[in-house]
């Protein structure tokens, strides 16, 4: 069986958007359809909400655990996008992608397979 890292690789491979292939990797766990995931995720992507959108969508995964275990949803949130800075050096979209004169930090798939990967190892931890 594969990673849900490699899953969300191969969706975003598959034309997913970051959000998309990240949150429906793991859809299952939030109790959606990869249709509902898809469509619940596409406001997300492409740094439409400043974050990245990959790290956006490992968000609404771990919101949902949160709730379902009763934990702090802050402390959640706050210990990912550290996980992805230490990665990254930050979860701002268009300073991971460049552009406008500045390096590119990370590819989009990149991104995607962070994300998913930090998200998969929280999980274990919860």
């Given at each position: 069986m594969?990673s849900?890292?490699?899953?969300?690789?191969k969706?975003?491979?598959g034309?997913?958007?970051?959000?998309?292939?990240v949150?429906c990797?793991?859809?299952?766990?939030?109790?959606?359809?990869?249709e509902?995931a898809?469509k619940?995720?596409?406001?997300?992507?492409g740094?439409?909400?400043?974050?990245?959108?990959?790290?956006?969508?490992?968000?609404?995964?771990?919101?949902a655990?949160a709730?379902?275990k009763d934990l702090?949803?802050e402390v959640l949130?706050?210990t990912l996008?550290?996980?992805?800075r230490?990665?990254?050096t930050?979860?701002v979209?268009?300073?991971?992608?460049?552009?406008?004169g500045?390096?590119?930090?990370r590819?989009?798939?990149?991104c995607?397979?962070?994300?998913?990967?930090?998200?998969?190892?929280?999980?274990e931890?919860?």
């Open positions: 594969e849900r890292v490699e899953t969300a690789k969706l975003h491979a034309r997913y958007t970051c959000s998309q292939a949150y990797a793991f859809c299952d766990l939030v109790g959606m359809t990869e509902q898809k619940a995720a596409a406001p997300y992507s740094g439409a909400k400043i974050k990245c959108g990959a790290v956006m969508a490992a968000e609404l995964v771990l919101l655990k709730k379902e702090n949803e949130i706050e996008e550290n996980r992805f230490e990665k990254n930050t979860v979209c268009r300073e991971l992608r460049g552009g406008k500045q390096p590119r930090l590819t989009c798939r990149g995607v397979e962070d994300a998913s990967g930090i998200l998969e190892q929280m999980l931890e919860l």
